[in-house]
């Protein structure tokens, strides 16, 4: 069974940071993708950022790029997703996802439990 554990959220003012993380267990493909989503009231869920299993290749959002961070440790199968810059459009509840085939932005083949993410003054 596959497992995401996300961890990291919390309230931030604009302008501030913070550093999720994902542990994952449990995949058995050999490439995958991993990394998030988001969703916010009453708007439709975004790719954010993820990572390529194989070759570490990562992908980002228009929305976040030069903002978000995604890395990876390898050896404790924990993605992490560094947020500098936020913005009160960065609220939203956080998913730790993971895509078996195809595109890790766009499609979403497990995903963890939500973590909040609020931007706010």
């Known amino acids: 069974e596959v497992q995401l554990q996300a961890s990291g959220g919390g309230l931030v003012q604009p302008g501030g940071s913070l550093r999720l993380s994902c542990a994952a267990s449990?995949?058995?493909?050999?490439?995958?993708?991993i990394g998030w989503f988001r969703q916010a009231p009453g708007k439709e869920r975004e790719g954010v950022s993820c990572m390529n299993s194989g070759d570490g290749a990562t992908f980002y959002a228009d929305s976040v790029k030069g903002r978000f961070t995604i890395s990876r440790d390898r050896a404790k199968n924990t993605v992490f997703l560094q947020m500098d810059g936020l913005k009160p459009e960065d609220t939203a509840v956080y998913f730790c996802?993971?895509?078996?085939?195809?595109?890790?932005?766009?499609?979403?083949?497990?995903r963890g439990q939500g973590t909040q993410v609020t931007v706010s003054s």
């Open positions: 996802t993971a895509a078996f085939n195809g595109n890790c932005l766009r499609d979403l083949d497990a």
């Open positions: 449990g995949i058995t493909y050999a490439f995958y993708g």
